[in-house]
């Protein structure tokens, strides 16, 4: 840094803390978020205690409010999202990563990715009310189980087109990462590129692919219109993966302006300080795993 | 001899395996064609048919009419636009300054983390914070709750793209504004700011990309509104939160109306991302 001989008009010393107090604020902004949200679930924690997390039934008429089903309901649709978009976004990856590198048709391939990545969520929910749930509904005929179109199925297949490009985005820069004389080295053993992707690039990534579906299942359950759309909004546990659901972002965005009661609203509320409290864990581990990966690399 | 014939057989297998293996990556990877044709087939064959100048100058009709058309959405999605860049910009740019300044120093990249963590909170958790910051002390919806959820939304991007672009720029080109007596914050903000405008403003329009599609945090802070309105302390409409209860309406005239507003936002996200890459980059200053 250098020192300055004069700040005539103080303004270095006005600029400065300007910039110190922005990034002060942006902490400050995140802990007041989990405060408020902590602050105005107290009346749902102090409701319900631990039938909230432990208990079976949601019924806001009766007052027993436990958010089981929609925790359920959240983690069935983000992990079967995560286990349908896996094949395409590892192979999206090593594609473009790796396969045809700087080609044109990855350059294609990855405007393709972007351009899915920045449609939003609400035109992929009505998309998939419009065309998928018909298509799920002709499935389940097929399958002699009752046509409904709407469930946990359909929504993980929407999240899982919309997590695809999130995933392979993160995993493409860490397979670049992957030391060139690493790979030569193989090759020059007469390794096929197959082999080279199973004992090079596999293991040398291996912290980051994790990483990258960590963080890609932290989006995937915190969506909420495409999955609200789809998924049927029944408050039970479901009982197959046909069966309509919901998940704890879904549920917030149907009742959350028909709350009549404070203890309705606090509950509410209280889904989004897990959902909140979820999601800073799983980024904050993502993160880190991909921050010592970069360094590494 | 039978050595070798072992050997070419397993050359032979493992080819094989290479083979498939590269079929497999190839074709998964051209089914994401799939879904892109799919849903932008359907919007643009949807919802052509619908746009038209009445379509874009109406106001919604109650169920039943003929007609009835986007204007009060597509001036509250602009209006909101607005509002959440004028919150989170200064902000946001000034934040990234203080990151790419003090980039060597731990603290740094404790914030720079931290940032990233904010960027992944699902942003219906956004939506009740600014209903419990905004809506609940004013006792009443307004477009000004969703800009203020908007902007937090923006905040991360405009953060980190500020803060990438500010660390390309050469260590020389502040020597240079050092030597010729600059202080401080003229060199920041009359020099390092214009020459790294491309990058700040790419972030900025990729943002703007992101929110004018954002629904979950307006349901219950911007709520919507049937009719043109320009006043930011009263309900808004905008287009998700239209194409959403089109789209949830029983009648199939709504849909179409949902279609054709979903082919005019993605038009706008679309626009706006094409902005951000390819025009940025040619008005980018080369080093």
Known sequence: ?297 | MSGDRMEYKGFRRRRLIDKIFKATIYGLSFLLFLPLFLIFGLIIKNGISHISLEFLINNPKPVGEAGGGILNAMVGTLILMITSTIIALPFGVLVGIFLSENSKRKYALVISTIVDVFQGIPSIVIGIVAYIWIVLPLKKFSALSGAVALSFIMLPTIIKSTEETLKMIPYSLKEAAYSVGANYHRTILKVILPASLSGILSGILVSIARISGETAPLLFTAFGSDILEYNILKPMGSLPLLIFNYAKSPYPEWHELAWAASLVLITIVFIFNLIATIGVNRWKIKF
Request: charged share 15%; proline share 4%; net charge neutral.
């Open chain 1, 1 to 297: 840094m250098y020192r300055f001989l004069k700040d005539r008009d103080g303004g270095d010393l006005i600029f400065k803390s300007l910039l110190f107090f922005s990034a002060i604020f942006i902490l400050l902004l995140i802990v007041a978020i989990t405060i408020t949200l902590i602050i105005q679930s107290i009346p749902s924690i102090k409701h319900n205690g631990l039938y909230l997390l432990f208990g079976d039934t949601w019924d806001p008429v009766a007052e027993k409010y436990s958010i089981l089903p929609f925790i359920i309901g959240t983690l069935i649709t983000s992990i079967l999202a995560l286990l349908i978009s896996i094949p395409f976004s590892l192979s999206a990856s090593l594609f473009l990563g790796e396969y045809l590198e700087g080609k044109r048709i990855s350059k294609i391939i990855k405007f393709t990715i972007d351009i899915l990545a920045g449609i939003p969520s609400i035109i992929y929910g009505f998309w998939g009310l419009m065309v998928l749930v018909p298509l799920v509904r002709a499935l389940e005929e097929f399958l002699g189980i009752p046509p409904l179109g709407i469930g946990i199925f359909t929504a993980s297949v929407l999240l899982s087109i919309m997590i695809i490009p999130y995933t392979t985005s993160i995993v493409r820069e860490v397979i670049k990462l992957v030391p060139q004389d690493l790979k030569e080295a193989a090759y020059s053993l007469g390794a096929t590129r197959f082999e080279v992707v199973r004992d090079i690039i596999i293991p040398y990534t291996k912290s980051g692919i994790i990483a990258g579906i960590l963080l890609s299942f932290g989006r995937a359950f915190g969506e909420t219109m495409a999955v609200t759309m789809v998924i049927g909004n029944a408050n039970y546990i479901p009982k197959s993966l046909f069966a309509p659901a919901n998940t704890m972002a879904s549920v917030i965005a149907n009742e959350f302006t028909e709350a009549t009661t404070d203890i309705y609203l606090s509950t509410l509320i209280s889904v989004g300080l897990i959902l909140l409290i979820i999601s800073l864990i799983i980024n904050s581990v993502g993160r880190y795993i991909i921050g010592r990966f970069y360094v590494r690399g």
